[in-house]
């Protein structure tokens, strides 16, 4: 095998390898995009969850002013 040749096969070997983390660089950030947008729908949850329970507290204590 000639220089040359050794450094085709090293150059190959390196676009491939360039490649796949370009791969991968694209795969983790569609999963980081997906766990953010999970996180933004269990915080709009919690929300929901806790402004359900202000306004029920509310309606409570108007009940028992009113008795």
Same mark, same amino acid.
């Given at each position: 095998m000639t220089i040359e040749e050794l450094y085709d096969e090293m150059k190959r070997g390196?676009?491939?390898?360039? =490649? =796949?983390l370009g791969t991968l660089e694209t795969?983790? @950030?569609?999963? +980081?995009? +997906?766990?953010e947008g999970t996180q933004e729908g269990k915080a709009s949850v919690w929300q929901i969850i806790t402004? %359900?329970? %202000?306004?029920? %507290?509310? /309606?409570?204590?108007? /009940? @028992?002013?009113l008795k």
């Open positions: 390196f676009e491939e390898v360039n =490649r =796949r795969d983790v @950030a569609w999963i +980081k995009g +997906k766990l402004t %359900a329970t %202000a306004v029920g %507290a509310v /309606i409570i204590a108007l /009940i @028992a002013l």
